[in-house]
């Protein structure tokens, strides 16, 4: 039982480039998220999914895609990375219960040059 | 607007010393509340939870956060600190209904031995 998983741990992009970030659970669970985090800004919900095919923003959705084509697997797509997406991005996932406790993976660092 | 405020950006404590960090929320509604730690260079991690109940939660590691309704407060505390506590610690709160986290924006603990 792994948990949610991220791939890659780190990357480096140019300018422009484009990349996708997979996050894997193996909870069965319906709810999945993307956050990033920068410095002194807490975590910051990106995009979120509540179940297979659904997709909805979160707090700062532009210049980020996601897609749920399987309930194991989020994905999170950057189709023209800009310096400001420098960060580190984690996903989380929960269970649709009264208390949805999320479980972090290990996250991804990003740079953006 | 919905949001979470953490009043310490960085405490500094001598091992053995009684911890209390701040957490104050703004949310229409009933809530849950989380408290979630970050060790450097890990991933976030449950600290504790409420959803209903005793106001005094206990989490792992021997913290506990007291629910605070009319303060619209969820303080974590210790009291005995140890150099392994050093880490990042967020408060978030999501509404009952719904499974999103708002996240506050971290309070940097350094426990010197």
């Known amino acids: 039982n792994a948990g949610v998983t991220q791939t890659p741990k780190f990357r480096v992009l140019k300018t422009g480039q484009s990349m996708t970030l997979l996050c894997a659970q193996d909870?069965?669970?319906?709810?999945m998220y993307w956050y990033r985090q920068d410095p002194g800004m807490g975590l910051r919900l990106i995009h979120y999914?509540?179940?297979?095919?659904?997709?909805a923003k979160g707090e700062v959705p532009d210049g980020y895609n996601v897609s749920r084509l399987k309930k194991q697997n989020f994905l999170l797509g950057l189709e023209s990375a800009a310096p400001s997406q420098t960060s580190v991005y984690f996903c989380?996932?929960?269970?649709?219960?009264?208390?949805?406790?999320?479980?972090f993976g290990p996250g991804t660092r990003l740079l953006v040059l | 607007a919905q949001s979470v405020s953490q009043h310490n950006h960085h405490v500094i404590l001598s091992e053995a010393a009684s911890l209390e960090l701040g957490c104050n929320y703004s949310y229409g509604g009933t809530v849950n509340l989380f408290w979630y730690v970050q060790y450097p260079g890990q991933h976030l991690q449950l600290l504790l939870k409420?959803?209903?109940?005793?106001?005094l939660v206990k989490g792992i590691k021997g913290f506990e956060a007291e629910f605070i309704k009319s303060k619209f407060s969820f303080n974590l505390r210790k009291p005995s600190v140890q150099w392994s506590d050093t880490a990042e610690y967020f408060c978030?709160?999501?509404?009952?209904?719904?499974?999103?986290?708002?996240f506050g924006k971290g309070t940097k603990l350094s426990v010197k031995p």
């Open positions: 409420y959803f209903s109940g005793d106001p």
């Open positions: 999914s509540v179940g297979e095919g659904t997709t």
């Open positions: 989380a996932s929960s269970a649709p219960v009264l208390v949805r406790s999320q479980y």
């Open positions: 909870m069965n669970h319906e709810y």
């Open positions: 978030a709160v999501s509404g009952r209904s719904q499974g999103n986290l708002i």
